[in-house]
């Protein structure tokens, strides 16, 4: 057993974790290949935040289960395995390995045992006091950098499975993470992204004793370090020094997601999201009275039990006020454990579908008119890529918006120079609902 194939699904602490689970592979000798088809071991990093994510790994195990017997193990890692534990091994025989993201630090034994031919290696446990650290992280982008803070969720969202599949709250040292945003910095990286599921409720183990909006200016601080974002914040451990403090430093990005779920307090309620809709305007109403101009966004969950037509005017009437400058919409999703799944009146799926295509429709409308204010105005532009089909330049605003660029001298890599993990400032030409478009001026 000497390759491995992995395929990550979820979010970015998912994608991060398999950096790690890479990372951990390569240094006990196994060599990542492109293709399952090429490995003898091959690994999926699953996500269950609603049910059709969780589908998804059952449907990749299913095209597979052929393979099983001709030599190849399957690994199923990350919030399902978690979930499900050793249910997998009844649903899909040929899987080996089950294991959750708080039992990664254990994945060289788990390797052990797979190679020594156990068929049910299992790494179940939430009780770790840690998170994980590992000097083995192989990153993906050669210039932007994830960095976990703190890992799981002390929270009770009514809907909400994650809880249950990462487990109670750990942060890392304030000393542990500064020291791998220095390394990260020395080696060429210029944008890290703080991660956490939810970053504001961090706290520094050590005596420092450090809270969220204390670390973020550190890590303003790190020479060499141009941009630093976070994800995700939660709106009742968000306070006023995290907007003090991306005031004070432009190096912190101008931009913050804070999920507000429902426009509706009854509703927050019975999500038991810990705010009302007062407690939550305040918060945009610290950003929006910042020095800088702050970019908001957000996730909004449509149907869930109980959402009446009420509730969900009061979700639109909040775009209305707040004008996200995106936004991620959901039908709510039922999820096994939480306790949303024994409530009432469940909403009928077309039901949650018209609902949800309406606040898609109106934030579509927003979108198109704040981006078009932008037209005219200068922007700096990290440069991520080159669109070969579009022949633009690939960047991103410090706000995180996408703005795509023509660059007067160098037209595209074919030049032989890209600018790629470079800054410019561009003028933006034109604007579209998700993207504005451009041309560097210097
Ligand atoms: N159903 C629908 N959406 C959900 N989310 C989390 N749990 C559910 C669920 N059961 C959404 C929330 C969260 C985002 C990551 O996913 O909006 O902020
Ligand atoms: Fe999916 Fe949530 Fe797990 Fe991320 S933490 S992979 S979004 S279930």
Redesign the pocket.
Known sequence: MRTFYIETFG?QMNAHDSEKVIGTLVSEGYAQVENPEAADLVLYNTCS??DKAEQKVFHRLQQFKKEHGRGKVFGVLGCVAQQEGERIFERAPHVSLVAGSASYSKLPQMLVQLEGGNRHVTGLSLDTGEAFETPYTRRDNPHRAYITIIEGCDKS?A????PFTRGPERSRTSESVLKEARELASQGYREVQLLGQNVNSYRDPSPAGWDFARLLRAMGEVPGIRRVRFT?SHPRDFVKDIVDAIDENPVLCNHVHL?V?SGSTRLLDRMQRLYTRDDYMRRIDWMKKARRNISITT???VGFPGETEADFEETLSLLDEVQYDSL?G??????PN?S?LAMEDHLPEEEKSRRLAIVQEKQRMIQIRRNSELVGTVEEAFVEGYNHATGQWIGRTTQNRTLNFIHPVHAGPQDGETLAGGYWNVRITRAGPNSLAGEAVN
């Not at 809907?159 to 994650?162: A, K, L, M, T």
């Not at 959901?330 to 999820?335: E, G, I, L």
């Open positions: 979010c935040i609603r969202c809907y909400c499975v994650v995700t999920p779920q996730d909004i969950i991620f959901f039908k709510y999703s039922r999820r939480t949303a």
